[in-house]
Each structure stands twice: as structure tokens, then as C-alpha cells.
């Protein structure tokens, strides 16, 4: 059974650093390429960044682009995402994701989200 | 980026009625286009891919269809677990960007 299973997340002010982490289980991870998406409270769903399956290839939504580090350890079948300068809007549930396919796809698989509130 | 445009934001239905939700696209992304479904506190289920594939395990109530820009998702026969908000999602670029949702509540 697919599990992807986030930790990391909680209260931090703003300005401030926090590193998610996303462990998976059921699956060859290291075939696959991975996501994190967010979701801000009563708000919609937000792609937040991409990394390719080698970890080569690293793509980032303009909003978090520059403060975001996403990379991922197949060794250890994890998946991370460093949060860094941290602001009020960036407040969300955060879930890690899996591609359906290759080359940027759909997701097929959701983890069950970690929730990251920035407020001083 | 890609805008997605879903409509209604909200719709009421009862059980048993046929609902589609319409989600376009400011440019075309050929058939990439997925459907997902969220209930409160709980992670999106995927639906349909490649705008009218029916993932595993998906009721086969659910269609989708489209092409290009304009797509939509219909429930033929809305059941009481239906009752959930539905994204779109497109996923031409690596950019993939998600539908603002729509919200299907019990009349």
C-alpha cells in the first residue's frame, strides 16, 4: 500500500525556518518524481514545487521561489521541503504528492498534510 | 501560468441528480488535465487524468471530457459521499496549476 506520511510542521514566526520531511512506503520511490502542494485555510490548492525522480530537475512556484529548498533522499525514501524567511502567507496545510507519471503529471498520491503556521 | 477557471464556485444538488462542473483553461493544454475530489480535513482523491481517464477504483459515475480549453467533470447520479469540493487541475507545464474549486452541497 502507496503511504506518504509528512512531518515538520508547526508554529514559527515570521521570518523564521522550518524543514518538512515526507516518508514513503509502498512504493519504489526512487522511480518517482514528487511534489509538494499547499493549501492556505479555507482557501484552494497551490503546486508549490517539483523535483524530478534523480533529484536533478527542481522546479518552484514563483511565490516560494528563492525562500523554498526542496530535495529528496532515495536512500531513506524521503522527500523535504527547507522553508526559509518564513511570512503570514505561506500559512497552509502542506501535502507531499506523487506524480501519476512522468515528465510532470497529475498526482496520484496525497500524503495527509502537515499544517505550517507562521504569526509572531 | 496557466489560469484555471472553474464554475459554479458552489453548487446544490440532491441525490440522485446529474451535476457538471465546467473548468477552463486561459490556453490550451491539449488533454492534461486531471480531476480531484476533497473532503473537509482530508488529502484530494484523484479522479480522472488525462481529462476523461477514470483512475482505479473511481465509481463510474464519474466522467470527464474536454479538450483544449474547456473541460468538464459530471457525476451522473450524485450519491451521499459526493458531497465534497472538486479541483481541476491542469498539467501541461511543470507549472501545474489548480481550479479556484467547487463546493457540492446538499439541497
Known amino acids: 500500500e502507496v503511504q506518504l506520511v509528512e512531518s515538520g510542521g508547526g508554529l514559527v514566526q515570521p521570518g523564521g525556518s522550518l524543514r518538512l520531511s515526507c516518508a514513503a512506503s509502498?512504493?519504489?520511490?526512487?522511480?518517482?518524481?514528487m511534489n509538494w502542494v499547499r493549501q492556505a485555510p479555507g482557501k484552494g490548492l497551490e503546486w508549490v514545487s517539483y523535483i524530478s525522480s534523480s533529484g536533478s530537475t527542481i522546479y518552484y512556484a514563483d511565490s516560494v521561489k528563492g525562500r523554498f529548498t526542496i530535495s529528496r533522499d532515495n536512500a531513506k525514501n524521503s522527500l523535504y521541503l527547507q522553508m526559509n524567511s518564513l511570512r503570514a502567507e505561506d500559512t497552509a496545510v502542506y501535502y507531499c504528492a506523487r506524480d501519476r507519471g512522468n515528465s510532470g503529471s497529475c498526482f496520484d498520491y496525497w500524503g495527509q498534510g502537515t499544517l505550517v503556521t507562521v504569526s509572531s | 501560468d496557466i489560469q484555471m477557471t472553474q464554475s459554479p464556485s458552489t453548487l446544490s444538488a440532491s441525490v440522485g441528480d446529474r451535476v457538471t462542473i465546467t473548468c477552463r483553461a486561459s490556453q490550451s493544454i491539449s488533454s492534461w488535465l486531471a480531476w480531484y475530489q476533497q473532503k473537509p480535513g482530508k488529502a484530494p482523491k484523484l479522479l480522472i487524468y488525462?481529462?476523461?481517464s477514470l483512475e482505479t477504483g473511481v465509481p463510474s459515475r464519474f466522467s470527464g471530457s474536454g479538450s483544449g480549453t474547456e473541460f468538464t467533470l459530471t457525476i451522473s447520479s450524485l450519491q451521499p459521499d459526493d458531497f465534497a469540493t472538486y479541483y481541476c487541475q491542469q498539467y501541461n507545464s511543470y507549472w501545474r496549476t489548480f481550479g479556484q474549486g467547487t463546493k457540492v452541497e446538499i439541497k
Open positions: 488525462k481529462a476523461s
Open positions: 509502498g512504493f519504489t520511490f526512487s522511480s518517482y518524481e
